[in-house]
Protein backbone atom coordinates (compact mmCIF):
# COMPACT_ATOMS: atom_id res chain seq x y z
CA UNK A 1 0.00 0.00 0.00
CA UNK A 2 1.55 3.46 -0.66
CA UNK A 3 -0.05 6.07 1.64
CA UNK A 4 0.39 10.49 1.41
CA UNK A 5 0.13 12.18 4.51
CA UNK A 6 -0.73 15.84 3.86
CA UNK A 7 -0.82 18.11 6.72
CA UNK A 8 -1.12 21.40 8.51
CA UNK A 9 -2.17 23.34 5.14
CA UNK A 10 -3.27 26.09 7.12
CA UNK A 11 -5.22 28.07 4.94
CA UNK A 12 -2.30 28.19 1.84
CA UNK A 13 -4.65 27.11 -1.34
CA UNK A 14 -1.99 27.32 -3.80
CA UNK A 15 0.60 25.29 -1.27
CA UNK A 16 -2.67 22.47 -1.44
CA UNK A 17 -3.28 22.47 -5.31
CA UNK A 18 0.48 22.07 -5.89
CA UNK A 19 0.50 18.80 -3.71
CA UNK A 20 -2.50 17.83 -4.90
CA UNK A 21 -1.20 17.91 -8.41
CA UNK A 22 1.31 15.88 -7.01
CA UNK A 23 -0.28 13.43 -5.97
CA UNK A 24 -2.33 12.82 -8.86
CA UNK A 25 1.10 11.79 -10.42
CA UNK A 26 2.42 10.08 -7.60
CA UNK A 27 -0.84 8.12 -7.58
CA UNK A 28 -0.82 6.76 -3.52
CA UNK A 29 -3.59 4.32 -2.81
CA UNK A 30 -4.79 6.66 -0.15
CA UNK A 31 -4.65 10.48 0.99
CA UNK A 32 -4.76 10.95 4.84
CA UNK A 33 -4.48 14.67 6.47
CA UNK A 34 -3.08 15.30 10.13
CA UNK A 35 -4.68 18.35 10.73
CA UNK A 36 -4.52 22.01 11.05
CA UNK A 37 -6.15 22.82 7.53
CA UNK A 38 -7.06 26.20 8.13
CA UNK A 39 -6.26 28.56 10.70
CA UNK A 40 -3.49 31.42 9.58
CA UNK A 41 -3.57 31.34 6.19
CA UNK A 42 -5.91 33.39 3.42
CA UNK A 43 -8.03 30.30 1.98
CA UNK A 44 -8.86 28.58 5.49
CA UNK A 45 -12.70 27.77 3.84
CA UNK A 46 -11.61 27.15 0.50
CA UNK A 47 -8.59 24.00 1.92
CA UNK A 48 -11.36 22.76 4.09
CA UNK A 49 -13.99 22.28 1.41
CA UNK A 50 -10.82 20.87 -0.82
CA UNK A 51 -9.94 18.13 1.75
CA UNK A 52 -13.73 17.60 2.14
CA UNK A 53 -14.32 17.07 -1.57
CA UNK A 54 -11.16 15.00 -2.09
CA UNK A 55 -13.01 12.70 0.64
CA UNK A 56 -9.37 12.36 2.39
CA UNK A 57 -9.58 10.63 6.29
CA UNK A 58 -7.73 12.49 8.64
CA UNK A 59 -7.10 13.64 12.47
CA UNK A 60 -8.05 17.08 14.17
CA UNK A 61 -5.40 19.27 14.63
CA UNK A 62 -4.26 22.10 17.47
CA UNK A 63 -5.83 25.15 15.41
CA UNK A 64 -8.49 23.28 14.50
CA UNK A 65 -9.48 22.46 17.94
CA UNK A 66 -9.17 26.22 18.63
CA UNK A 67 -11.51 27.13 16.12
CA UNK A 68 -14.22 26.10 18.34
CA UNK A 69 -13.45 29.03 21.14
CA UNK A 70 -15.24 32.09 20.79
CA UNK A 71 -12.99 33.70 23.21
CA UNK A 72 -9.87 33.65 20.77
CA UNK A 73 -7.27 35.84 19.75
CA UNK A 74 -7.44 37.70 16.30
CA UNK A 75 -5.95 35.64 14.00
CA UNK A 76 -8.11 32.26 14.92
CA UNK A 77 -11.86 35.11 14.91
CA UNK A 78 -10.34 35.81 11.67
CA UNK A 79 -10.33 32.52 10.14
CA UNK A 80 -13.56 30.89 12.38
CA UNK A 81 -16.00 33.96 10.75
CA UNK A 82 -14.67 32.77 7.21
CA UNK A 83 -14.83 29.05 7.96
CA UNK A 84 -18.38 29.23 9.40
CA UNK A 85 -20.02 27.05 12.08
CA UNK A 86 -20.50 24.08 9.70
CA UNK A 87 -16.89 23.65 8.23
CA UNK A 88 -16.13 24.50 12.17
CA UNK A 89 -18.24 21.50 13.60
CA UNK A 90 -16.92 19.29 10.84
CA UNK A 91 -13.43 20.10 12.24
CA UNK A 92 -14.45 18.81 15.95
CA UNK A 93 -15.37 16.02 14.39
CA UNK A 94 -12.20 14.41 13.50
CA UNK A 95 -10.89 12.11 15.50
CA UNK A 96 -7.69 12.26 17.54
CA UNK A 97 -5.66 8.96 15.53
CA UNK A 98 -5.65 7.60 12.23
CA UNK A 99 -4.31 3.94 11.90
CA UNK A 100 -3.70 1.20 8.84
CA UNK A 101 -3.71 -2.24 10.81
CA UNK A 102 -0.71 -1.75 12.93
CA UNK A 103 1.82 -0.64 10.23
CA UNK A 104 0.68 2.75 10.68
CA UNK A 105 -0.34 5.42 13.02
CA UNK A 106 -1.09 8.65 12.63
CA UNK A 107 -1.35 11.99 15.78
CA UNK A 108 -1.45 15.49 15.08
CA UNK A 109 1.19 16.29 17.69
CA UNK A 110 1.55 13.50 20.32
CA UNK A 111 -1.10 10.31 21.41
CA UNK A 112 -4.16 11.74 23.07
CA UNK A 113 -2.43 15.45 23.06
CA UNK A 114 -3.00 17.64 20.11
CA UNK A 115 -0.73 20.56 21.30
CA UNK A 116 2.18 18.56 22.44
CA UNK A 117 5.36 19.86 20.09
CA UNK A 118 7.79 17.12 19.71
CA UNK A 119 11.29 18.31 17.96
CA UNK A 120 13.82 16.45 15.08
CA UNK A 121 16.52 17.17 17.94
CA UNK A 122 14.72 14.93 20.55
CA UNK A 123 16.90 12.03 21.34
CA UNK A 124 15.51 8.48 20.54
CA UNK A 125 14.63 7.44 23.80
CA UNK A 126 11.84 10.16 24.12
CA UNK A 127 10.67 9.30 20.69
CA UNK A 128 10.32 6.11 21.14
CA UNK A 129 8.57 6.91 24.53
CA UNK A 130 6.05 9.32 23.03
CA UNK A 131 5.34 7.47 19.62
CA UNK A 132 5.61 3.44 20.37
CA UNK A 133 2.50 3.00 22.23
CA UNK A 134 0.55 3.46 19.53
CA UNK A 135 1.52 0.24 18.41
CA UNK A 136 2.41 0.57 15.05
CA UNK A 137 5.76 -0.16 13.05
CA UNK A 138 5.65 3.38 11.26
CA UNK A 139 4.47 6.25 13.76
CA UNK A 140 3.72 9.83 12.17
CA UNK A 141 2.61 13.15 13.51
CA UNK A 142 2.75 17.13 12.27
CA UNK A 143 2.11 20.36 14.44
CA UNK A 144 5.96 20.98 14.28
CA UNK A 145 6.22 21.95 10.51
CA UNK A 146 9.88 20.30 10.21
CA UNK A 147 9.86 16.68 8.39
CA UNK A 148 12.04 14.56 9.15
CA UNK A 149 11.87 10.43 9.27
CA UNK A 150 14.34 8.45 11.87
CA UNK A 151 14.27 4.55 12.80
CA UNK A 152 14.84 3.58 15.90
CA UNK A 153 15.36 0.40 15.71
CA UNK A 154 11.65 -1.53 14.50
CA UNK A 155 10.08 2.03 15.23
CA UNK A 156 10.06 4.42 12.78
CA UNK A 157 8.85 7.99 13.72
CA UNK A 158 8.36 10.57 10.70
CA UNK A 159 6.97 13.90 10.45
CA UNK A 160 4.87 14.90 7.64
CA UNK A 161 6.58 18.53 7.86
CA UNK A 162 3.66 21.18 6.61
CA UNK A 163 1.83 22.12 3.17
CA UNK A 164 1.30 25.27 3.49
CA UNK A 165 3.40 26.70 5.91
CA UNK A 166 7.05 25.20 6.39
CA UNK A 167 9.43 25.99 9.20
CA UNK A 168 12.38 24.09 8.18
CA UNK A 169 14.23 26.56 6.04
CA UNK A 170 12.74 25.26 2.77
CA UNK A 171 10.15 27.15 1.47
CA UNK A 172 8.14 24.48 -0.70
CA UNK A 173 5.12 22.24 0.48
CA UNK A 174 5.84 19.25 2.24
CA UNK A 175 4.19 15.79 2.51
CA UNK A 176 5.00 12.74 3.60
CA UNK A 177 4.98 9.48 1.35
CA UNK A 178 5.09 5.64 2.79
CA UNK A 179 5.72 2.92 0.40
CA UNK A 180 6.90 -0.35 0.56
CA UNK A 181 6.87 0.21 4.31
CA UNK A 182 9.61 3.21 3.94
CA UNK A 183 8.84 6.81 4.64
CA UNK A 184 10.32 9.35 3.15
CA UNK A 185 9.52 13.73 2.79
CA UNK A 186 7.90 14.79 -0.59
CA UNK A 187 8.76 18.57 -1.74
CA UNK A 188 6.72 20.03 -3.87
CA UNK A 189 7.31 23.99 -5.13
CA UNK A 190 4.67 25.95 -6.01
CA UNK A 191 3.50 29.61 -6.69
CA UNK A 192 5.43 31.29 -3.31
CA UNK A 193 4.45 35.06 -4.63
CA UNK A 194 1.12 34.55 -5.53
CA UNK A 195 0.29 32.69 -2.12
CA UNK A 196 2.24 35.65 -0.70
CA UNK A 197 0.02 38.14 -2.01
CA UNK A 198 -3.25 36.42 -1.16
CA UNK A 199 -2.00 36.41 2.17
CA UNK A 200 -1.30 40.59 2.29
CA UNK A 201 -4.20 41.30 0.48
CA UNK A 202 -6.72 39.39 2.49
CA UNK A 203 -6.88 41.22 5.86
CA UNK A 204 -5.63 38.65 7.74
CA UNK A 205 -3.61 39.91 11.30
CA UNK A 206 0.05 39.69 11.30
CA UNK A 207 -0.24 38.98 7.59
CA UNK A 208 3.49 39.89 7.07
CA UNK A 209 4.75 37.97 9.16
CA UNK A 210 3.14 34.59 7.24
CA UNK A 211 4.17 35.75 3.89
CA UNK A 212 7.43 35.86 5.10
CA UNK A 213 7.19 32.70 5.94
CA UNK A 214 6.03 32.04 2.63
CA UNK A 215 8.99 33.30 0.75
CA UNK A 216 11.84 31.88 3.77
CA UNK A 217 9.85 28.48 5.27
CA UNK A 218 11.23 29.70 8.67
CA UNK A 219 9.90 32.07 11.43
CA UNK A 220 10.23 35.77 10.48
CA UNK A 221 12.87 36.19 13.22
CA UNK A 222 15.03 34.10 11.29
CA UNK A 223 15.12 36.32 8.24
Avoid: K
Avoid at 123 to 138: K, V, Y
Amino acid sequence: MRLAIVSDIHGNLQALEAVIADLERVAPDLVVHGGDLAFNGPRPAECIDRVRELGWPGVMGNMDQALESHGIERRVAWARERIGEDRVAWLQRLPLEWRHDDQVALVHAAPGDVWRAVFPESGDAELRATFAPLGARIAVYAHIHRAFVRRIGDLTVANSGSVGLPLDGDARAAYLLIEDGQAHTRRVAYDVERAAAEVLACGLPEAASVAAIYRTGMPRSHG
